[in-house]
T-cell receptor, first 111, second 112 residues
Framework: KAGVTQTPRYLIKTRGQQVTLSCSPI?????VSWYQQTPGQGLQFLFE???????NKGNFPGRFSGRQFSNSRSEMNVSTLELGDSALYLC??????????FGPGTRLTVL | QKEVEQDPGPLSVPEGAIVSLNCTYS??????FMWYRQYSRKGPELLMY????GNKEDGRFTAQVDKSSKYISLFIRDSQPSDSATYLC????????????FGKGTKLSVIP
C-alpha cells in the first residue's frame, strides 16, 4: 500500500498570508489527523477528521481549520499567518486507535 | 503535572549497547501505547504499539507497559548507528477519537 502523502513539502510565506496544506491518507483509512511539530512544544494535536466530520480538535486558535473530502483526502488551512506558525505540519492516517501512520510533513516557514 | 513526561536526553551509547527509553503518563484514560522513531527532517515512523500491560517484542525492540505505575519503556538490543534518531512515546484513549498525545522525544545517538 502507498503511504501517507503530503503536499507541498516546503512552503515559505509572509506574515498575514494564508496557506493550504494537503494530505492523502493510506487507502481505506477513514481517519486523518493533523499535528504541528515545533522544537519547543513538540508534537501537538490540531484536529482529526473521520468520514468527512471533525470529531476532535486541539487547543489551537480558529485561524487553523481543516476539512476532509469524500475520498478521505484532507486539507488544513491557516489564515493570517504569524511568525509562530513556522513548524513542521504532519498528517497521520489510521483505521484503529493504536496505529497511526504519518506522512513526511510540510515544513512551513513564515517570514 | 504534565500528561506525559519523557526525558529529552540526548542519550549517547556505543554500538551494541542495550538502550532503555522511558515515559510516564498521568491520564488514566490512555489505553493504547505507541513508540515512534523520527529521523531528522522526516515524519515519525511507527515502531511498536500495544494496548496491554506486559512486554511485546519485535526483533531488536521490546515495548513494555506497566499500567499500574503509568510507565512505558522501549528497549533496543544490539543498538546500531542506524538507530540514531529521536524516539517519541505516544498515547491514545481511543474514546471517540484517535488523537495521540506525545512525549517531547528522546534524542538517541549510537556511536560506532
Amino acid at each position: 500500500k502507498a503511504g501517507v502523502t503530503q503536499t507541498p513539502r516546503y512552503l515559505i510565506k509572509t506574515r498575514g498570508q494564508q496557506v493550504t496544506l494537503s494530505c492523502s491518507p493510506i487507502s481505506g483509512h477513514r481517519s486523518v489527523s493533523w499535528y504541528q511539530q515545533t522544537p519547543g512544544q513538540g508534537l501537538q494535536f490540531l484536529f482529526e477528521y473521520f468520514s468527512e466530520t471533525q470529531r476532535n480538535k486541539g487547543n489551537f486558535p480558529g485561524r487553523f481549520s481543516g476539512r476532509q473530502f469524500s475520498n478521505s483526502r484532507s486539507e488544513m488551512n491557516v489564515s493570517t499567518l504569524e511568525l509562530g506558525d513556522s513548524a513542521l505540519y504532519l498528517c497521520a492516517s489510521s483505521s484503529r486507535p493504536d496505529t497511526q501512520y504519518f506522512g513526511p510533513g510540510t515544513r512551513l516557514t513564515v517570514l | 503535572q504534565k500528561e506525559v513526561e519523557q526525558d529529552p536526553g540526548p542519550l549517547s551509547v556505543p554500538e551494541g549497547a542495550i538502550v532503555s527509553l522511558n515515559c510516564t503518563y498521568s491520564n488514566s484514560a490512555f489505553q493504547y501505547f505507541m513508540w515512534y522513531r523520527q529521523y531528522s527532517r522526516k515524519g515519525p515512523e511507527l515502531l511498536m504499539y500495544t494496548y496491554s500491560s506486559g512486554n511485546k517484542e519485535d526483533g531488536r525492540f521490546t515495548a513494555q507497559v506497566d499500567k499500574s505505575s503509568k510507565y512505558i519503556s522501549l528497549f533496543i538490543r544490539d543498538s546500531q548507528p542506524s538507530d540514531s534518531a529521536t524516539y517519541l512515546c505516544a498515547f491514545s484513549s481511543g474514546a471517540g477519537s484517535y488523537q495521540l498525545t506525545f512525549g517531547k522525544g528522546t534524542k538517541l545517538s549510537v556511536i560506532p
